[in-house]
């Protein structure tokens, strides 16, 4: 079956090492917060200005004052540090984020990834997006592999306004984990129960398949 919203970003969470400064985007990276591994330092950045958030809060540790960039209620670690959006952003554009965890609509194989915008809905603006995969040095995109209607989100070259160009470098889909190497996504694993013939079949990228797909363990 594939994965929960809440697996995908367990899935991710494997990726994170210790000592690392780590922006989630909105929607399914903003869960990663919960599967941060035991034991080690890591620090979360929202770019309304906080370092050091921590997993979601409980109804006993709620704080209404205490907000992500989509207003979500969270929690800090101790240590957090509060400041102003232009500081958050000046360590984003300064290279200071050691990976960034993003959603989207579209990737395809030439690294690119499509965020904002959907043509003819009306967007509040592309946020601060942009400058994290402009300032990040590893990029992270969660999202689903296809759309409802099964068309594949996973593409040869995206259809929609782009966020950012040649900075995608693996994908965690509720399908699979993709890497981007030498202009073709690689399958590394797949969602338990899934077949390789299913992801194929959604996937319009160039996709490699070396030997047996491991199934994901959770």
């Keep these: 079956m594939a994965l ?28 990663v917060a919960n599967y941060v591994p035991k034991g080690m330092s890591v620090m979360l950045q929202s770019e309304n200005g906080i370092l050091g958030m ?15 960039a989509g207003k979500q209620t969270v929690t800090v670690i101790p240590g957090a540090a509060f400041f102003s959006s232009a500081d958050s952003f000046a360590m984003i554009r300064g290279g200071h984020v050691d990976l960034t965890v993003l959603g989207a609509f579209e990737v395809d ?12 809905k009306l967007v509040k603006g592309m946020g601060g997006a942009m400058d994290l995969v402009a300032g ?3 990029i992270i995109v969660a ?8 068309e ?14 040649n900075c995608v470098k693996l994908v965690v889909t ?19 129960g899934v077949s390789v013939e299913e992801i194929k079949s959604k996937t319009e990228a160039d996709l490699v398949i070396s030997g047996d797909v491991a199934e994901m363990k959770f």
């Design 143 to 150: 999202m689903s592999h296809a759309s409802k209607a099964g």
């Design 4 to 31: 929960s919203r809440e697996q995908i970003a367990q899935r991710i969470a494997r990726e994170i090492k210790d000592g690392y400064y780590v922006n989630l985007g909105i929607g399914i990276p903003t869960l």
């Design 136 to 138: 990040a040095e590893n």
């Design 174 to 192: 509720d399908l699979a984990v993709l890497e981007l190497k030498n202009g073709k996504f690689h399958l590394l694993e797949r969602a338990p």
């Design 109 to 120: 194989q030439t690294g690119a990834l499509a965020s904002w915008m959907i043509p003819g």
């Design 152 to 165: 594949s989100k996973v593409l040869k070259k995206c259809s929609l306004p782009l966020t950012g160009v």
């Design 54 to 68: 921590g997993e979601f809060p409980t109804q006993d540790t709620i704080d209404a004052d205490l907000i992500n």
